[in-house]
């Protein structure tokens, strides 16, 4: 073994060799050797504001600096207190309580815990049952596993995730319900909501406890909108049912679709919204919940006031201090309007390449969460087969000439559809 170096590290692919990064400046990242890569997709939807912004560094040090750790159970700090008021006054009018978790899987975790409990409290112990979309990702704890439809991710774990149910997300592009756009559209009768009430009513709706769903697809389906009014007719069906609406903004939050949240421009009321990444801009682990206060008034109507749940690094105040200090720079560098600007910029100009080229079927997106669909050929509408991890594979190339992108397959069904996303930081 000697001349060997020992390598301790458990990568993400143990069969390959990562860059080491030593830093970065603004919107690139710069390796070992000096290499720069552009971060064209934020690391994963996190870095919403590039590398190297001082004033976070020396937030989070002059927190760790007073009190590094305090334990919310007995504890609480300042700098809680100012974040979750800041992130409460952009949420929705009625989501009013912030939950803070060290990520996004544990973000959903907590708010299909919550939803149960409220259920429970509320005297309705047998709602349990989770319906989530296919093409959606909500996170890699078995709950939140569970509730997802990374089928690839599932998969590894069959049987014995969750029983929870799946409907199929919109994708008026590739109909997975095969209807035409412009007949569902003009009738008004869409597959992708009768279906959520179909599945509600077979698994009958005393058992159903929430639905949740990213308002703008991420990396399942890479950057994909919903057709306009379907998340109110999602509303009506969860409001019919008692059902708990939980929208996770992990990847959508602050500001990446041009308005603090995406659920804005979707035009309803969650009862829960679950965040993330940008919270922090990726400098610190931060997540968490905004929750309605009608599920807070049950928590402390029908119970003793308290989640039964919790983290020892819920609301740690390093990570806190983190999320307040790149809100301020959201704010000072005017975020939302960039995002507005640059966001249509962006969209024309990969249109202009999908004039070029025969391989980019479709350019969709909101703000500068963007996404490109990959084909064989757009005239003869081949696919890629999945065997050939087209989107991984531009990805790696883009790499060796230093840029990353989010690659992502399976908008189609599951398995087959190749995309990029395209999302720089946000300034
Ligand atoms: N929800 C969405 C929409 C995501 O995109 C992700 C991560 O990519 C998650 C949840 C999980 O977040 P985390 O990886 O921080 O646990």
Redesign the pocket.
């Known amino acids: 073994m000697d001349g060997i170096k020992k390598d301790y590290v458990f990568h993400r692919d143990l069969k390959k060799e990562y860059p080491i990064i030593t830093h970065g400046v603004g919107v690139y990242l710069i390796d070992e050797n000096g290499k720069k890569y552009l971060d064209a997709c934020s690391g994963?939807?996190a870095a919403n504001l590039g590398h190297g912004i001082i004033s976070i560094g020396e937030s989070m040090a002059e927190q760790a600096k007073k009190a590094a750790f305090v334990h919310t159970m007995r504890f609480e700090t300042k700098a809680l207190h100012e974040l979750a008021e800041t992130i409460g006054k952009m949420a929705p009018i009625h989501l009013n309580k912030v939950y803070f978790t060290t990520?996004?899987?544990?973000a959903?975790e907590s708010a299909l815990k919550l939803a149960r409990q409220f259920h429970r409290d509320a005297g309705r112990p047998q709602k349990h049952i989770v319906i989530g979309r296919w093409q959606s990702?909500?996170?890699?704890t078995i709950g939140?596993l569970s509730a997802g439809g990374d089928v690839k991710r599932r998969h590894a774990y069959t049987p014995n995730l969750l029983n929870y149910a799946h409907v199929y997300s919109p994708y008026c592009h590739r109909c997975p319900y095969d209807r035409q756009k412009n007949d569902c559209l003009s009738k008004q009768n869409w597959t992708c909501v009768t279906d959520i009430e179909k599945t509600i009513l077979e698994l009958g709706p005393e058992n159903v406890s929430a639905f949740i769903a990213?308002p703008i697809v991420?990396?399942q389906q890479g950057a994909v909108p919903p057709p306009p009014g379907y998340f109110e007719k999602v509303r009506e069906l969860c409001d019919r049912y008692e059902i708990v609406l939980i929208i996770?903004e992990?990847?959508t939050g602050f500001g990446r679709t041009g308005t603090n949240f995406a659920t804005e421009q979707i035009g309803i009321e969650p009862d829960i919204i679950t965040f993330?990444?940008g919270v922090s801009a990726g400098y610190a682990p931060l997540?968490g919940m905004i929750v309605h206060d009608r599920l807070i008034d049950g928590l402390i109507q029908n119970s003793d006031g308290k989640f039964i749940h919790g983290y020892t690094y819920s609301g740690h105040p390093v990570a806190v201090a983190a999320g307040l200090a790149a809100l301020e720079v959201y704010e000072q560098e005017m975020v939302l309007e960039n995002v507005k600007k640059q966001g249509p910029y962006l969209v024309n100009r990969l249109l202009e390449l999908k004039q070029k080229h025969s391989y980019i079927s479709d350019v969709r997106g909101k703000g500068l969460l963007i996404g490109i669909e990959l084909v064989k050929d757009r005239k003869h509408d081949l696919l890629f087969d999945p065997s050939e991890k087209a989107a991984e594979r531009l990805n790696g190339i883009a790499i060796e000439l230093g840029a990353v992108f989010y690659p992502g397959s399976g908008a189609i069904d599951g398995t087959k559809g190749e995309h990029l996303i395209i999302s720089p930081p946000l300034n």
Not at 103 to 106: C, I, K, P
Not at 137 to 140: A, D, E, I, S
């Open positions: 994963a939807v990520g996004g899987s544990e959903n990702y909500h996170g890699n939140s990213e991420g990396s996770d992990v990847m993330g990444k997540a």
